[in-house]
């Protein structure tokens, strides 16, 4: 008798451990997944505010051509080739921001400046991002977590390489 209380306390505990574990790990898919969303976001933003440096006085036409093709690409960029278009983007708006400066009109510097404060922001959102990414990652290298397929079908997150970038 008593050893079948101690089994079934020890069964109970067991189950409870499972489903704390399986609850955790769908709260930090969760947290993958609206990092994500947040980043994508400020991303699309900051494409949009790309392509108005691009259509304004700041870059010469050819530039301006670059960095139109490289806002278009990161903003329409599938997930496989979203770091590519986003380095790309990176790099034309560094040209661009290192040529322009000098003769930006006031309406151009309220540009740039957003562009910097979005900047800012991406920062921010690549590292809560990648927070979660790692805190994900780690909870599911747990043995218990894949002897009972704790994660179902959720596919194991991922960041991606623009996210080291200096933006």
């Known amino acids: 008798m008593k050893s079948a209380l101690i089994l079934g ?14 609850t955790r790990l769908d709260r930090l898919h ?9 980043l994508d976001v400020l991303l699309q933003k900051r494409a949009a505010i790309a392509l108005e440096i691009a259509h304004s006085d700041l870059a010469d ?17 599938d997930v496989e080739h979203r770091s590519v278009a986003e ?5 034309a708006l560094s040209l661009i921001l290192s040529d322009g400066l000098a003769h930006a009109s006031d309406s151009e510097k309220a540009l740039l400046q957003e562009l910097s404060a979005l900047t800012a922001k991406i920062g921010v959102a690549i590292a809560i991002h ?17 002897t009972f397929r704790l994660a179902g079908t959720a596919p194991l997150p991922v960041t991606y390489e623009f996210e080291s970038d200096v933006l």
């Open 30 to 38: 969760h947290r993958v997944e609206t990092s994500w969303a947040n």
């Open 130 to 146: 990648t927070d979660a990414v790692s805190s994900t990652q780690m909870v599911r290298k747990k043995l218990v977590v894949k």
């Open 61 to 77: 036409p050819a530039s301006s051509l670059l960095l139109t093709g490289a806002a278009y690409q990161a903003r329409d960029a």
């Open 87 to 91: 380095s790309g983007l990176s790099g």
């Open 9 to 22: 306390f020890v069964l109970l505990v067991g189950l409870w451990y499972l489903s704390f574990s399986a």
